[in-house]
């Protein structure tokens, strides 16, 4: 969802395409062994897209939906906690046991005083940034940091009469645009600026907070950030309330200006391949309740219907790292992921508005581990020459070899246009492939440059099982070199 | 019968209203004709009802009470927007069980038992009866005798028309423009027919990402100017009328020439009614009524006419207002249901809730504090006070509780409470109303702004009520 189902080159070509068909990638399914998902019943006759979900320390279950509820779901019991919202696109679940939830106009603190199971208390606890009733306008969030602070992002406008716009998004002010922190105490303040349709924001176990935005103008492919005070995300029209800036000199800013300006994502998403329209990013802290990947980030995409996982790699103390896809063939467009605590993981999930890969309007899901170890790559990371690629189990040798990689990279051109192709795509030769001594570890050299993303498939490489991985290709964004 | 009324088609294209298609066979003509005369002969009687009906349109008077009638008798079932329900729209060009007066009005008489439909005939009387038909063919909308011309055209850019082109027409017996119709490459379409928009207020022709898509639009017999470019739009002229529509297929993708087609308000921010095929599918879903029964219901939703950040609360007793959270204001009241959220909730929600019901007072104008002009309205939150909401908020430096009560439609009170602070006196700024009066403390206001003494706890209220 959030962004125009767009995924051609240049806005001129683009206004002969523009239906509601999203581009979707021709694949099989994925899915590692052990794995399955479960599809949960909602509500009867209830429009069920679930865009805000999270559980409790009990295992409750707190989903808020487009229509406007908040739902728990307990022991297989759906009840209705709250209602008339305005198209909630965030929940979390507060330490009271309160629950915040992010409105269009407002975080909103629901409270159940009478221990009823109902909420009857809808108190405004921020609303700092500007709502001008445009559809577009969501409210992500919130994340909490470890000093109590939350924060969210705010989508851009589209077909605002008075917003600013630069291709396809505006801002009409009001912080659109822009991530936002709240202090313990409820007081507002304007974070960072630069975002587009970030459409997912997540807190790492130490705090940091992580964002995704969404492919479209001035986003060649959607990415992962880290959100850091004060700092420019690349889409322009939110310049407007920075500083001197006004419509005019922002709109004389060249490409290269702009890039300098802008940080750098953690990780560049491909689209189509492993995401058009990525939602939270979720850690699973589940210490081997959910599998292998303790630790890692989850993603889900509306568009795609997947999953795909984010491998942190902290590269001469800056974070970089690649996605990869985890499972496909979800029912809807997944826009929320969150762990529960036994180390399930929830999907929620919408199609309204923007198609998704699964047929169904609505839903939720969850996937479950049955304590199998599937075989995939764990993890990579940069080395002087090359990857550190490890698999979940001991490799078969005879499958350690150059014939069973391949590579290549590219980098993608910044701009007002819908999205960006590849440019400068070219095959990368690797050279000396070896198996390092724990038995799972291959150590690949290949010619590497700054600033692309590199692609490595790893088809023919067997686990001591005699099994090959569901997901063969990773991508991992090379900002930096290691020193 | 509809072999008949295809023969009566053609007759009246070979007649001059079309040129599309010549009957030259004379003797045929003249059976057509035979028949024709047969049936207005026999018909005699239906004929003369149709006119009176008809003539009724004009009588502003008899046609609000077929509207009352409507809405006690019919609403439930056709929906009081006339749009359907668990009975068929009644407003549309599809009539399933005949389309002229006298058919209307024999329907309603004789009912259709075995689809739940009673007939009425004997509970009201015959002129109620025709106050009725008349005030459903007032609300009639969009196309009648749509005809549709398909003429094959050598390649995409040829814009010539001729007779020699023209491979199929005919006549499209649910009266909404199907752009499926054609099953050549290159081809010009034409769609031509009366056309039936709100009588009170201007309407548009609207396409949904029109851009790649040319079409002309004729609003009897003059060319009108296309506005907009992603989504175009026409506008079209008050009530009945001719329209042509004239679709160039060009380098259009299949996709794209299904072309979807909407007839919107003025500002395009409601969509009224489809005229294509495809524009039908944009709205199916455009209809979710949110009514309040056994209890109050809180809404917040984009709703037409209301400004951001309105918050609207439904009584079961039908009395509706929006309270806002940026001017701590009552922005506006009305009697009825409380919102269609279907606009909203359909597609991406572009488009605003709207009120199911008749306004006391809308924006501009307020139930608010008089108030200093840098006063800032620090909204906090509601409560949910056995099911009804209280809103707090701070006003220039004052907390204030503000909950509504409403025993009927003919009334609707405003319980103000002052937190913590002593006040004297405070001032409330009213809008005017027509069918309502304000009234505090069992006094009336007919000013703009009311002075008020709030109780030693205080509380103080001002409630609307229906003029007697």
Known sequence: MIKLPLIIGTVLVALFHFDCTAQQIKTDTYKPDGYKIVTIKTPEDVRFHVTGLDSDTAGVVYAATRFGDVWTYKEGNWSKFAEGLHEPTGLLVDDDGSILVAQKPELTRLADTDQDGLADKYQQFASGWEFHDNYHEFTFGPVKDKQGNYFGTLNLSHNLPEAFSLGAMGSAGGNRGFAFKVTPKGEYKPFAWGLRSPAGIGASPNGEIFFTDNQGDWVPTSKLHLLKENKFYGHPVSLIEIGDYTRESISNLSLEELSAMSEKPVVWIPHVEVANSPGNPEWDMTNGKFGPFSGQIFIGDQTQSNIFRVLLDKVNGEYQGAVINFMNGFQSGNIRVSFDNQGQMWVGQTARGWGAKGGKPFGLEKVVWDGTNPFELLDIKLTQSGFNLTFTEKLDERSVNAKSFKAQEWNYHYSGNYGSPKKNLQALAIRNVRLLSDGKTVAIDLPMTQDKVVQIDFLGIRGVSGRTVSVDKVYYTLNQLLD | ?468
């Open chain 2, 1 to 468: 019968m509809k072999y008949f009324q295809c023969f009566l088609l053609k007759l009246s294209r070979s007649l001059g209203l079309s040129n599309a298609i010549k009957i030259t066979n004379k003797y045929l003509v003249f059976l057509v004709l035979t028949m024709c005369l047969g049936m207005h002969l026999s018909n005699a009687q239906a004929v003369n009802t149709d006119k009176v009906i008809l003539n009724l349109l004009d009588d502003s008077t008899r046609v609000a009470k077929g509207k009352t009638l409507y809405e006690q008798v019919c609403a439930s079932c056709h929906g009081r927007d006339l749009s359907g329900a668990t009975g068929f729209n009644l407003k549309d060009g599809e009539w399933i069980h005949g389309r002229t007066p006298s058919d209307i009005l024999h329907n309603i008489k004789n009912g259709f038992v075995n689809a739940g439909m009673p007939g009425f005939k004997g509970i009201y009387s015959e002129q109620q009866l025709h106050s009725i038909v008349a005030y459903i063919l007032s609300k009639r909308e969009g196309f009648e005798n749509l005809t549709y011309q398909i003429y094959q055209m050598d390649d995409s850019s040829d814009r010539k028309i001729s007779q020699e082109k023209l491979i199929k027409s005919g006549q499209i017996a649910n009266n909404f423009a199907d752009f499926r119709l054609p099953e050549v490459n290159h081809y010009i379409l034409i769609f031509e027919g009366n056309f039936y928009t709100p009588k009170d207020e201007d309407s548009k022709m609207w396409v949904q990402w029109g851009k790649p898509i040319e079409l002309e639009i004729e609003v009897n017999g003059k060319r009108v100017e296309r506005i907009g470019n992603w989504n175009p739009s026409w506008l079209l002229a008050r009530g009945k009328q001719k329209l042509k529509i004239t679709y160039y297929s060009g380098t259009n993708k299949p996709n794209q020439r299904n072309v979807s087609m909407v007839v919107t308000n003025a500002d395009m921010s409601i969509k009224l009614f489809p005229v294509s095929v495809k524009g039908r599918d944009v709205l199916s879903d455009i209809k979710y009524e949110v009514i309040a029964t056994n209890k109050p219901i809180i809404q917040r939703k984009k709703i037409h006419g209301m400004p951001a950040y309105s918050i609207s609360v439904g009584m079961p007793s039908k009395m509706n207002f929006a309270f806002n959270t940026r001017t701590c204001a009552v922005v506006g009241i009305w009697q009825g249901d409380l919102l269609n959220i279907g606009p909203n909730i359909n597609g991406r929600g572009e488009d605003g809730s709207l009120p199911l019901g008749e306004f006391l007072f809308k924006p501009p104008h307020s139930l608010n504090h008089a108030q200093t002009d840098d006063a800032k309205c620090n909204y906090k939150g509601y409560e949910l006070i056995e099911g009804k909401p209280m809103f707090s908020y701070r006003l220039d430096d004052v907390d204030y509780q503000l909950s509504a009560s409403s025993q009927n439609q003919q009334q609707l009170s405003f319980q103000y409470q002052i937190i913590n602070q002593r006040l004297p006196k405070l001032t409330l700024s009213l809008p005017q109303m027509e069918q309502y009066r304000w009234v505090s403390n069992d006094r009336e206001s007919n000013k703009n702004l009311i002075d008020l003494t709030p109780e030693t706890n205080g509380s103080f209220n001002v409630s609307v009520q229906k003029n007697n």
